[in-house]
């Protein structure tokens, strides 16, 4: 059986900022300044100073959106969405390193491949125990991830579809037989099914987040606070940190004020002029690129304008991503409504639609003969970023003959209820978040018919078949060459209005030390610690 090591290679995306801008070195050091276009780079950022790591004190962690249940088989396990939190109280299996663009151990010991990538076999740690008290073995892993998958959590549904079977032959092995070739396995067991909840989490009338990882829940204040103490039972030692408190602000120039001012050591940033802001700053952190991370997604469930294939081709006609960019983020972003931008390893020469109002009103027309009133509801936040955005589509989509109402919402929070649980918008702001490494898996469950994470959108049997041959494509040839067939697809399909990639950082100021960056946008904190002031 051949051990199998999987590089992933880190995009880099050019962005146009004002005249003081930041650069960083081909070898990822010193953040320096200068008069050039800032460098965006899938990695760590800045240079970590090193030293001998302290003992004690709080990180405190300004979180993208208020996660209250972390529970990786109910909530998206991504850096916005709990990810962090969930991380540091269940760890995960296997972790992506952005530094060597591998997949490499992190609770689990090793994973290896055989049988053409159609059998992976797992080894488990000797002595890893949940908080609990109870042992992390073979068994405790094989029920956590069916309890994933029955539960219908994100990725549930690529799993169920191309697992067949999870085998522990001891209580240190775990073996998977999959139904076919996949390459780029290793990547689940770095999210939502890598993160193993111990049985004790389901035993009262609530969940109860009990993990294996450096970090244990000790409480949680709706609207204010949560806090996770160190834990002594973890398998690799009592982590530095005393606690991670993580805090609420749901204005992103609010929490990039705080740290600046140092009452909190971290923020999950995503707009592209905070993220440059953060950067020019000096702050270092862990940086993502996003694909299709700024997106409005059309709701094509009955009932709703986007039902209509014309209405959602029309809308997208509609769109210039350039006036989004320069309204909601002046000097700073890249407005392309390309799936994969030219900064991405996935990127391919199939064209997205083009700008055309002419055929826009044409279609829309069309959809107005046969019954439809033109009306559509947006749906966004309130930050200034979503605003100007709505206002900026709005106001193009009216140019058309569109009848546009806004509904922005107090909170983040908020919008992913109307959006991801209840589905009662028409067209929302959002991130749908294809990341560089390992994208396969996201694809799946936001565009696969069985996906998880469609949230109403439009999704086609061809776009379905489409997503199964990129599980099988053998090497980035062949993956390239089918996601320009899915460029294609989607130009027919239009399940999303694309403006942009979106910038993804978790920034911390110099004092902040040892953070590993992994998947989904997400820090693991089992070895961080804070230099003194």
């Known amino acids: 059986m051949a051990s199998r090591r999987f590089r992933h290679a880190a995009g880099i995306l050019a962005v146009a900022t004002a005249a003081t801008a930041c650069a960083w070195q081909s070898d990822g050091g010193t953040i320096q300044r200068d008069a050039r276009p800032a460098e965006y780079r899938?990695?760590?950022?800045?240079?970590?100073?090193?030293?001998?790591?302290?003992?004690?004190?709080?990180?405190?962690?300004?979180?993208?959106?208020?996660?209250g249940l972390l529970d990786p088989a109910e909530t998206i396990v991504a850096g916005s969405t709990g990810g962090v939190e969930m991380a540091a109280i269940y760890d995960v299996l296997m972790r992506w390193d952005p530094a060597s663009g591998e997949v490499v151990p992190q609770l689990a010991e090793g994973l290896e491949s055989g049988d053409g990538d159609t059998t992976w076999t797992l080894r488990l740690r000797d002595g890893v125990e949940f908080g609990d008290g109870t042992e992390l073995n073979a068994a405790a892993v094989k029920w956590s991830i069916?309890?994933?998958?029955?539960?219908?959590?994100?990725?549930?549904?690529?799993?169920?579809?191309n697992v067949?079977?999870?085998?522990?032959?001891?209580?240190r092995t775990v073996v998977f037989e999959l139904a076919h070739p996949w390459p780029s396995f290793p990547f689940m067991l770095a999210g939502g099914p890598g993160m193993i909840v111990a049985k004790s989490s389901d035993a009262g009338e609530r969940f109860r987040p009990v993990g294996a990882g450096p970090f244990e829940f000790a409480r949680y204040a709706p609207d204010e606070e949560m806090v996770l103490e160190a834990r002594d039972g973890y398998w690799d030692g009592r982590p530095h940190l005393d606690r991670v408190r993580l805090v609420y602000v749901d204005d992103p120039d609010a929490a990039l004020a705080t740290l600046d001012s140092g009452r909190i050591q971290a923020a999950f940033l995503r707009d592209p002029v905070i993220v440059r802001d953060a950067l020019e700053a000096g702050h270092s952190g862990f940086l993502n690129m996003v694909a299709l991370g700024n997106v409005a997604v059309i709701n094509a469930t009955a009932g709703h304008p986007g039902?209509?294939?014309?209405?959602?081709?029309?809308?997208?006609?509609?769109?210039?991503?350039?006036?989004?960019?320069?309204?909601?983020?002046?000097?700073?972003g890249l407005a392309s409504n390309a799936l994969f931008p030219g900064f991405s390893r996935w990127h391919t020469a199939a064209e997205p639609l083009p700008y055309a109002p002419d055929r826009a009103r044409e279609l829309l027309a069309a959809a107005k003969a046969d019954g439809y009133d033109g009306k559509v509801t947006w749906l966004d936040a309130q930050d200034p970023a979503s605003r100007t955005t709505a206002l900026a589509a709005k106001a193009m989509l009216e140019s058309v003959g569109f009848d546009v109402e806004l509904d922005l919402v107090r909170s983040i929070a908020d919008q992913i209820t109307k959006v991801s649980v209840k589905k009662t918008y028409d067209v929302s702001g959002w991130g749908i978040s294809w990341r560089e490494a390992g994208p396969f898996a996201r694809m799946y469950a936001t565009l696969h018919g069985e996906g998880n994470l469609t949230v109403g959108m439009a999704t086609t049997p061809e776009m379905s078949a489409l997503i199964e041959e990129l599980r099988g494509a053998d090497g980035e040839e062949a993956q390239r060459a089918v996601m320009g067939r899915i460029q294609e697809r989607w130009n027919e399909d239009v399940p999303a209005l694309v403006f942009g990639p979106q910038p993804e950082l978790i920034a911390w100021p110099e004092r902040v030390r040892g953070v590993a960056g992994t998947v989904n946008s997400m820090v693991l904190l089992d070895d961080a610690w804070l230099a003194r002031d």
């Open 146 to 161: 069916e309890r994933y998958v029955r539960k219908g959590a994100d990725e549930a549904a690529l799993w169920k579809a």
């Open 307 to 332: 039902a209509d294939p014309r209405v959602r081709k029309a809308m997208h006609l509609a769109i210039q991503p350039e006036v989004i960019y320069r309204r909601a983020y002046p000097g700073t």
């Open 164 to 171: 067949r079977a999870v085998r522990t032959p001891d209580d």
């Open 42 to 67: 899938v990695g760590m950022i800045g240079t970590e100073p090193g030293g001998t790591p302290v003992d004690g004190g709080t990180l405190t962690f300004a979180a993208y959106a208020e996660t």
